[in-house]
C-alpha cells in the first residue's frame, strides 16, 4: 500500500521474564525500539532458547523481531514472523494488523484484508486495523468501502488526523469535492503543521479548477517541508495554471531534481516548452 497511507504501528510489548545479566539485555535488547540490528539480534536468542521460554514470550519475541524487520524494508522476512507469533498466540491482533500492512506493501490485497478482518474480529476497536483495511481497499479500486472503513476510523479516534486526508482523498477521486475539501480542512484544524493535507487542498482546487484557491495552501505545504517533492510539484502546477511561468519552472525542475520519477512535474514543464 501506499506508505503515505498507512499510520506508522508503534508497539511497546515487553517480554515479562524475570532474568538478570546477559539474559536481562537479551529480553531488553528483543524489547528496545532504538536500535533494529540490536533488537533482532535479541528476539532470535529468546526464539532459540526455545521451549525454555513460554509460549507467550517466543510470541512477543517473533512478533517484536517481525516489527524489527518491518522498519528495515525485508517485508518477506517480517510475514515469517508475523506468522509464527500469530501460530504462538492466534489472539494477538497487532500481529494480524502489521502482517496485513506487510502484504500491503507486497501489494498482497487480498491477504492484507483477510488480515485486517482477522484484527476487527478480535478487536472491534482497533482503528489502526479499520484504516489500513481502508487503505487497501482503496488500492483494489473499492472507493466506498474505504470511506466505511475511514468514516469507522474517525468514530473510533476522532483525532486520527491522517484517516481524514486518506478520506478525502477517496471522495476527490470519486469527485465529491465538497466533502474532500472538508476532511483536508479537518485534518488542517488537528493538526496545522500537517503539509500533506494543505497539498491536498490545494491540489484538489487545482484539480477542478480552482488553482487560485490552491495557491495558498500550495505556498504553505512548500514553507513547512521545502524538500516536498510532490509539494513543489502542486505549487508549480498551480503557478504555471496562474501564468507565473518562472516560477512554476522553478518548482517543477526542483521537484525532479528530488524526484526524477514524478511525471507530472516532467509533462508540465514540456507543456511550458522546458526540456526536463
Avoid at 79 to 101: E, F, Q, W
Amino acid at each position: 500500500m501506499d506508505a503515505r497511507m498507512i499510520r506508522p504501528l508503534v508497539f511497546a510489548l515487553v517480554l515479562a521474564l524475570s532474568a538478570t545479566g546477559a539474559w536481562a539485555d537479551m529480553y531488553s535488547d528483543c524489547s528496545q525500539s532504538r536500535d533494529l540490528d540490536r533488537r533482532i539480534r535479541g528476539c532470535t536468542q529468546v526464539i532459540e532458547r526455545g521451549k525454555q521460554e513460554s509460549q507467550k514470550d517466543r510470541a512477543i519475541a517473533y512478533a517484536n523481531r517481525g516489527y524489527a524487520y518491518h522498519d528495515k524494508g525485508e517485508v518477506d522476512r517480517a510475514i515469517a514472523d508475523y506468522t509464527k507469533a500469530i501460530a504462538l498466540n492466534p489472539k494477538d491482533a497487532i500481529a494480524y494488523t502489521s502482517r496485513g500492512v506487510a502484504y500491503g506493501m507486497k501489494s498482497e490485497y487480498d491477504r492484507a484484508i483477510a488480515d485486517f478482518n482477522k484484527a476487527i474480529a478480535l478487536d472491534p476497536n482497533d482503528a489502526d486495523a479499520y484504516y489500513n483495511r481502508g487503505s487497501a481497499y482503496k488500492k483494489k479500486g473499492d472507493k466506498e468501502q474505504a470511506i466505511a472503513d475511514y468514516t469507522q476510523v474517525i468514530a473510533l479516534d476522532p483525532n486520527f488526523t491522517i484517516a481524514y486526508t486518506s478520506r478525502g482523498h477517496t471522495y476527490d477521486e470519486k469527485g465529491e469535492v465538497d466533502r474532500a475539501i472538508a476532511d483536508y480542512t479537518q485534518a488542517i484544524a488537528l493538526d496545522p503543521n500537517f503539509a500533506d493535507a494543505y497539498n491536498s487542498r490545494a491540489w484538489t482546487y487545482f484539480k477542478w479548477g480552482k488553482p487560485e484557491l490552491g495557491l495558498p495552501d500550495a505556498e504553505h505545504a512548500v514553507e513547512l517541508a521545502p524538500d516536498g517533492a510532490s509539494f513543489l510539484d502542486t505549487r508549480g502546477q498551480i503557478y504555471a495554471a496562474l501564468g507565473r511561468r518562472e516560477e512554476a519552472i522553478a518548482d517543477l525542475q526542483k521537484a525532479l531534481s528530488i524526484d526524477p520519477d514524478i511525471k507530472d512535474s516532467r509533462e508540465a514543464l514540456q507543456r511550458l516548452g522546458v526540456t526536463p
